[in-house]
């Protein structure tokens, strides 16, 4: 794992980006803050700072480094964001407060037995669950707002019935989930990470 961490570091040097370096640091850091088990780390244990994690890893590291990275340095454009990289950030920093609820759904009779205070263990699993599955509806929502207001026709179609189909397959799939069976709740989640991998 160390060797790595280091590669993909010596990497970023060499390419000489420093969104793509910044890319990589942080999303080791974010990682790192996230699963190793050191004091005031291992973040997975508390509901907002996974939340935190899963943002700054998907959201900042992946969805604005790497874009900038290829703004400027494989396009030679400037680094200006547009609105679909605003759209695609804003909607994993929504993803990863929904799979920081779910996730933790499964866990709740370990977390408990721990101490840790998840948000499914604050609500309740149904309503941690209904939580978390409408929150990344209304996403879905915000998606397909932002594609109507799209200045071209078939990115109107494609945002807004893409989403609008994506958003029907989750809806459907969470109506069937037995939210008391760890299992169909942990195969849900593995479903809403699967789908949103893939947009």
Known sequence: MVS???????????????????????????????????????????????????????????????FLHIQRYVLGKPMAFTRSSVLATVFMCMFAVVVSVLKDIPDM??????????????????????????LLMMTYGVAMGVGASAPLMYSKLVTVLGHGILASILWLRAKSVNISDHEAVSAFYRFVWKVNRKR
């Open 4 to 66: 790595l961490i280091l590669q993909s570091i010596v990497m970023g040097i060499m390419i000489q980006s420093p969104p793509l370096l910044c890319a990589i640091l942080t999303f080791f850091a974010f990682g790192g803050a996230y699963s190793i088990d050191f004091p005031f780390l291992r973040w997975k244990s508390n509901a907002i700072l996974a939340a935190i994690c899963i943002m700054g890893a998907r959201a900042f590291s992946i969805q604005i480094c790497v």
């Open 109 to 134: 009779d370990g977390d408990e037995a721990f101490g840790t205070k998840s948000l499914a263990i604050l609500l309740g699993k149904e309503k941690a669950f209904w939580f978390g599955t409408s």
